[in-house]
């Protein structure tokens, strides 16, 4: 499996204006050949090829007083640069088609010189890894990398990276299994012997709630960064539009989103380890997240990130041996009773679900335990495999709302 792995670095002054550069020229780059692609179009002749493209646009053009600045970058940025926009027209080509997953992407835009965030790539060849730890780069010199992790194997690629906020990463391409020997991890069981499965209902009050009422509390990370970020922004909307404070005041309002996204990237990797290591079966809802970011909860979704949480988990089941059930959204495990099977209407204010077959829960629980019903049967009908029937609930429980519910423990 082929993952990222990626590291601050620290470039000196003379490093940094020779990266800056190095992106200027990349953008230029791919801008010629965005519109050498839309030349052959409105022409009607057929898109020229990377390598036509590299001899036009790198090989001659460096001859030429116009773009005679672009010798003094490397010539590996510049190759990528196309490559990057033959992937683009690849992927919308492909997408028009109904061949690429995901939602439908448009055509290949122009790069601007604005853009916060700044990138250049480069393969085998641009770039080295010394013995002292300084990451070499082609026609930039080593820069200090703050390596906070061991690099699984030789990376195939590095992406260099430059913040809205003015920091630099470095991001590895690496094979996390280069000798095949895989990085399973051992089965996990639970008290009866059997394997250990973990039903998850994402929301809102609280993360996510499980089959056994143990919650994960949401630490709403861009609610409690409001006040700063409101204070920064007012700041700078008070600033004279190409001012020096005005850059001053982005980059401060940029730091503080900076700092809210790594924040929430830190907690979600921390969550989703917890939950792959300690369970062999994860059962969660295919969650429309787009869908729900159209709704008046639209901020608390995004500030969620369960979309984040959801790709998370994916790879890291994957790639430590675990089984990952995704149920279908439409699949009313807030409605269902998990007891009797009995549908009804459950508003949202409404936080306990109350059956006329006597079943009292916490609403998100209930909803857990439907996802656990149907994710077993979704792996029934996936493989064929005998599996073990679905828990009922017991009736007269209930969960956050303080009603008796026997001797289970919510935990936070």
């Not at 190759?79 to 028009?96: E, K």
Request: include cysteine.
């Amino acid at each position: 499996m082929q993952l990222r792995y990626r590291y601050r670095l620290y470039p000196t002054e003379q490093q940094r204006q020779a990266l800056a550069q190095a992106f200027g020229n990349a953008r230029v780059v791919y801008n010629d050949a965005v519109r050498a692609r839309q030349d052959a179009y409105q022409a009607g002749e057929k898109f020229p090829t990377g390598t036509q493209l590299q001899k036009q646009l790198i090989t001659n053009a460096k001859r030429t007083d116009e773009r005679g600045w672009l010798a003094e970058c490397s010539n590996i940025v510049l190759q990528q640069a196309i490559r990057d926009a033959d992937a683009a027209y690849t992927n919308f080509f492909n997408s028009m088609k109904g061949k690429r997953a995901g939602r439908r992407m448009g055509a290949p835009r122009f790069k601007s010189k604005r853009d916060q965030r700044q990138v250049i790539r480069l393969h085998t060849g641009g770039f080295r890894i010394r013995e002292n730890g300084r990451l070499n780069l082609a026609k930039v010199g080593d820069v200090r990398v703050a390596w906070s992790r061991d690099l699984p194997s030789a990376p195939t690629s590095v992406t260099i990276i430059k913040t809205a906020c003015g920091r630099y990463f470095a991001s590895f391409v690496v094979e996390t299994d280069p000798d095949g020997h895989g990085e399973h991890l051992d089965p996990v069981v639970d008290d009866t012997g059997e394997e250990a499965e973990l039903a998850l209902d994402l929301g809102l009050n609280a993360f996510a709630t499980d089959q056994h009422g143990h919650t994960i509390t949401n630490p709403r990370v861009l609610r409690r960064a409001e006040r700063r970020l409101k204070k920064a922004q007012r700041a700078l909307s008070r600033k004279q539009r190409g001012s020096t404070n005005r850059a001053k005041a982005g980059a401060r309002v940029a730091r503080l989103h900076a700092k809210v996204a790594d924040t929430r990237a830190d907690w979600l990797h921390k969550v989703t380890t917890d939950v792959v290591r300690e369970n062999q079966t994860i059962y969660v809802e295919d969650l429309s997240v787009k869908g729900l970011s159209r709704t008046r909860m639209a901020k608390s979704v995004h500030d969620a990130s369960w979309g984040r949480f959801l790709a998370l988990l994916e790879y890291k089941a994957a790639r430590y041996g675990r089984t990952l059930v995704r149920i279908d959204r439409f699949h009313p495990s807030t409605k269902l009773c998990s007891s009797c099977g009995a549908v009804q209407d459950m508003p949202l204010s409404e936080r306990v679900y109350r059956c006329p077959c006597g079943l009292v829960l916490d609403r998100d629980r209930n909803a857990a335990l439907n996802i656990l019903a149907a994710g077993r049967v979704e792996r029934l009908n996936a493989c064929g495999a005998d599996i073990r029937p679905a828990t009922r609930a017991v009736g007269v429980e209930a969960g956050s709302s303080g009603i008796p519910r026997g001797n289970t423990a919510s935990a936070a």
